[in-house]
């Protein structure tokens, strides 16, 4: 658990000293997992909150039905998920605190969650007696893995009984904002980063944008973004594009507008913004002085919650397209001096040298 944190309530899971290096591993990074659902809960953003069901699937710790699955390599795994609770550390460490309950949806929720978190640990601390610890020749204790497997398997459903919950939290959240938006005037709105939103007067197109042979890089970037304009979502968080991820998608259409016009960037994690702004300062794209913002730049807000694509620029205004706006993609204007902004990425030098 990381010291620098603030959290939002502290979520603590223990295993005896005697479990093995694997089980040890999957209790720490279930807890670090379950700490940053809980955190962006707290904060109101549980639709950002990590996937940790799907990394252990991926890695083939638990398979779909979320039952631990045997291992002989017990290092690889240990390594699987110690990556695995650093990157849930990493997301934690990006919730944005300031915003501890502002939503009524939390303190039920976590409820919920910590009746969840306790049922686990009753079930470790009841496999400390029954059947308890079996003892080798040399006296050191130990569970065998008909013990420490059922387990990983309860580490498993603990979480995915949680992300069930945090989903359904997001969805109370957004009918609240739903609620919020229906009650307001009409277009344009405000944003929540400062600005405001164009009205979607038209339905997406259909149709898919080709670029002229002669187009730049930039020009590329803002016919790819402006084509996606009015591209809605069917259900919570999902939308027929080749950017849908069924999860917060704002970072994913960012990416997939660069890389359409030819910016194949490789981040980390194209889907979780502060992922995205870690690796562009690390390759020294990111800008924070917002006086350098120009069309092609994806700007990150305030917060690294959200990004869009700057697609034009006047005077000391700039306009974006962003995905995951609300439930679409959408146009909005903000002025420089008072919007709330994390900082600008400029694309790689050397894809905008026919602009």
């Given at each position: 658990?990381?010291?620098?944190?603030?959290h939002?309530?502290v979520?603590?899971l223990?295993?005896p000293?005697y479990?093995?290096?694997?089980?040890?591993?999957?209790?720490?990074?279930?807890r670090?997992?379950?700490?940053?659902?809980?955190?962006?809960?707290?904060?109101?953003?549980p639709?950002r909150?990590?996937?940790?069901?799907?990394l252990?699937?991926d890695?083939?710790?638990?398979?779909?039905k979320?039952?631990s699955?045997?291992?002989?390599?017990?290092?690889?795994?240990?390594?699987?998920?110690?990556?695995i609770?650093?990157?849930?550390?990493?997301?934690?460490?990006?919730?944005d605190?300031?915003?501890?309950?502002?939503?009524?949806?939390?303190g039920d929720?976590?409820?919920?969650?910590?009746?969840?978190?306790?049922?686990?640990?009753?079930?470790?601390?009841?496999?400390k007696?029954?059947?308890?610890?079996?003892?080798?020749?040399?006296?050191?204790?130990?569970?065998p893995e008909?013990?420490?497997?059922?387990?990983?398997?309860?580490?498993?459903?603990?979480?995915?009984?949680?992300?069930?919950?945090?989903?359904?939290?997001a969805?109370d959240i957004q009918r609240?904002?739903?609620?919020?938006?229906?009650?307001?005037p009409?277009?344009?709105?405000s944003?929540?980063?400062?600005?405001t939103?164009?009205?979607?007067?038209?339905?997406?197109?259909?149709?898919?944008?080709?670029?002229?042979?002669?187009?730049?890089?930039?020009?590329?970037i803002?016919?790819?973004a402006?084509?996606?304009?009015?591209v809605?979502?069917?259900?919570?968080?999902?939308?027929?594009?080749?950017?849908?991820?069924d999860?917060?998608?704002?970072?994913?259409?960012a990416?997939w507008?660069?890389?359409?016009?030819?910016?194949d960037?490789?981040?980390?994690?194209?889907n979780?913004?502060?992922?995205?702004?870690?690796?562009?300062?690390?390759?020294g794209w990111?800008?924070s002085d917002?006086?350098?913002?120009?069309?092609?730049?994806?700007?990150?807000?305030?917060?690294?919650?959200?990004?869009?694509?700057v697609v034009?620029?006047?005077?000391?205004?700039i306009?974006?397209?962003?995905?995951?706006?609300g439930?679409?993609?959408?146009q909005?204007?903000?002025?420089?001096?008072?919007?709330?902004?994390?900082?600008?990425?400029?694309?790689?030098?050397k894809?905008?040298?026919?602009?």
């Open positions: 658990m990381s010291p620098t944190v603030d939002y309530k979520v603590e223990t295993v000293g479990a093995s290096d694997t089980l040890k591993s999957a209790v720490r990074a279930t670090a997992a379950i700490q940053a659902n809980v955190d962006n809960l707290g904060a109101g953003t639709s909150a990590p996937k940790f069901v799907k252990l699937r890695n083939k710790i638990i398979d779909d979320n039952q699955i045997a291992t002989t390599n017990h290092n690889e795994t240990v390594s699987a998920l110690r990556d609770e650093a990157s849930m550390d990493a997301n934690d460490e990006g919730v605190s300031s915003t501890y309950g502002t939503y009524s949806v939390a929720a976590y409820d919920d969650i910590e009746t969840a978190v306790n049922r686990l640990q009753r079930t470790i601390d009841d496999a007696n029954t059947p308890g610890p079996r003892v080798d020749p040399t006296g050191r204790e130990y569970w008909s013990v420490e497997g059922p387990l990983r398997t309860a580490c498993a459903t603990t979480a995915a009984t949680v992300e069930q919950r945090m989903r359904d939290a969805t609240y904002a739903d609620h919020i938006n229906n009650s307001a009409d277009n344009p709105i944003s929540g980063y400062g600005g939103t164009a009205p979607l007067t038209t339905p997406w197109s259909g149709h898919s944008y080709v670029p002229p042979a002669d187009s730049s890089t930039i020009d590329k803002k016919g790819f402006e084509n996606e304009l009015g809605t979502e069917i259900g919570t968080n999902h939308v027929n594009r080749p950017y849908n991820i999860d917060a998608w704002c970072a994913s259409f990416t507008v660069w890389k359409q016009s030819g910016i960037v490789g981040w980390s994690n194209k979780y913004v502060p992922s995205v702004w870690s690796d562009a300062t690390g390759k990111a800008d917002m006086s350098s913002a120009r069309p092609g730049d994806l700007v990150v807000f305030g917060g690294q919650h959200h990004i869009g694509v034009a620029r006047n005077g000391n205004s306009t974006t397209i962003e995905g995951n706006s439930d679409a993609v959408r909005h204007t903000y002025n420089l001096s008072s919007g709330n902004f994390t900082g600008v990425i400029h694309p790689p030098a894809t905008t040298a026919n602009v």
